[in-house]
Structure formats: structure tokens, C-alpha cells
């Protein structure tokens, strides 16, 4: 089991109330504004956790495909989703997706990159799973120095720069690359009391 595994094994029953202190349902809005959804579409939410992004999804689009590799963020999510008949929880790796190629319309990964190993990888993987036309949409943290992130919440990388998150849709195959402010923050306290406000990106590109 990772690092990360073992945070959101702990904290998963008590995830939903630490996420709304750390940013607002605003950021979920932002990040489906980007993607021309339609009703008979589907889409996946990668690192689903416990459906803050699938939660907005459902009602708009035909299927929805929850991935984590958290057991017990699924089963929260699954708590929290049970109300929608169209959303499919699967326990799986972001970086090897069981979906096919060309899968879906749009897919969503929000504060999900910096957990994962190889962000470029990533994103190459979650692009392979988007029709022609179809777009990825991330939020994730921008670039900043709170290195007690890494031991207490498992963060791998301390956010990224714009311009490297642009370049990686790029060589994903991507195109309308777009890599703005959410304008929202991410905010947490340390357990020694130091505070962080991080700014939040949105990126989008069309496949």
C-alpha cells in the first residue's frame, strides 16, 4: 500500500468535511464548465475519492465511471453516489484505466496529479480513454513550497508549473490547450500550525 493509500484509508470517513476546508464546491463547477457535456455522453472522474466531482456529473451526462485505487474512498463515494443508477465505481489505478480506448466523452481528475508517480504518464493514459472531440479537464495545485504536504498528506509533488501541464496535453495529443486560475484556493493548516493558501489551475484540451 502507498503513502497515499494509507492517508485516504484513514481519513476517508472524515474526507467530505476536511474537503470543504480545503476548497469550495465552486472548483467542481469551474472544472465542468470546461467540457461541452450532453445528456447522452459519458464520462469519467479519475481519482473519484468520494464523488465531489461525479457528484456534479451525474445529472448531466448518460454514464459516469468513478476510478480510485482507495477501497475506502469508494465505499464512501458509493455512500454518497447511491442515489444516481448511471455512475460506475471501479477500484483501479489512474495510471492503467479499465476502459478501453476512445471510451468516453470527457474525463475529470481533480487533485488527483499530484499523487500520481508519472504526471505525464498519466495524462497520456487518461487521454487514450477520450473519443475524438472529447475533453480532459484537471484541477490540481499550482506550484508552491509547503514541503510538510509530502508528510502529511502524502503528496508527491509540491503542485506544477502551468506551463509544464500545458506542454504534457500537448504530448498527450491534445489540443485548445488551456491552463488558467480556478480561482479558487486550497487551504490547510499543518499539524504545527502553518497555514497554506494554494492557488488552483484549471486545464483543459480537446482530444
Given amino acids: 500500500m502507498s503513502e497515499a493509500q494509507q492517508y485516504f ?3 476517508s470517513q472524515d474526507w467530505d468535511r476536511l474537503r470543504r476546508s480545503f476548497f469550495s464546491d465552486e472548483l467542481r463547477e469551474v472544472a465542468i464548465a470546461k467540457a461541452d457535456l450532453t445528456s447522452d455522453m459519458a464520462a469519467t472522474d479519475i481519482g473519484i475519492g468520494t464523488g465531489f466531482i461525479a457528484r456534479g456529473l451525474a445529472p448531466l451526462v448518460q454514464k459516469v465511471y468513478g476510478i480510485d485505487n482507495s477501497p475506502e474512498m469508494l465505499a464512501v463515494a458509493r455512500r454518497n453516489l447511491q442515489g444516481f443508477d448511471n455512475v460506475e465505481l471501479t477500484l483501479a489505478d489512474g495510471e492503467s484505466i479499465p476502459l478501453s480506448d476512445e471510451a468516453v466523452n470527457a474525463v475529470f481528475a481533480n487533485m488527483y496529479l499530484h499523487h500520481s508517480l508519472q504526471p505525464l504518464e498519466a495524462v497520456k493514459e487518461m487521454t487514450r480513454i477520450l ?3 472529447g475533453w480532459l479537464v484537471i484541477t490540481d495545485l499550482d506550484e508552491h513550497n509547503h514541503a510538510w504536504l509530502r508528510e502529511e498528506m502524502a503528496d508527491l509533488w ?9 506542454e504534457w496535453f500537448v504530448a498527450a495529443g491534445l ?11 486550497c487551504c490547510a493548516t499543518s499539524s504545527e500550525g502553518e497555514p497554506a493558501a494554494i492557488s488552483i489551475f484549471v486545464a483543459s484540451g480537446r482530444r
Fill in 9 to 11: 484509508a484513514t481519513i
Fill in 131 to 133: 473519443k475524438r472531440d
Fill in 158 to 166: 509540491l503542485g506544477f508549473n502551468r506551463d509544464e501541464v500545458a
Fill in 175 to 185: 489540443r485548445d490547450v488551456e491552463v488558467t486560475c480556478a480561482k479558487c484556493d
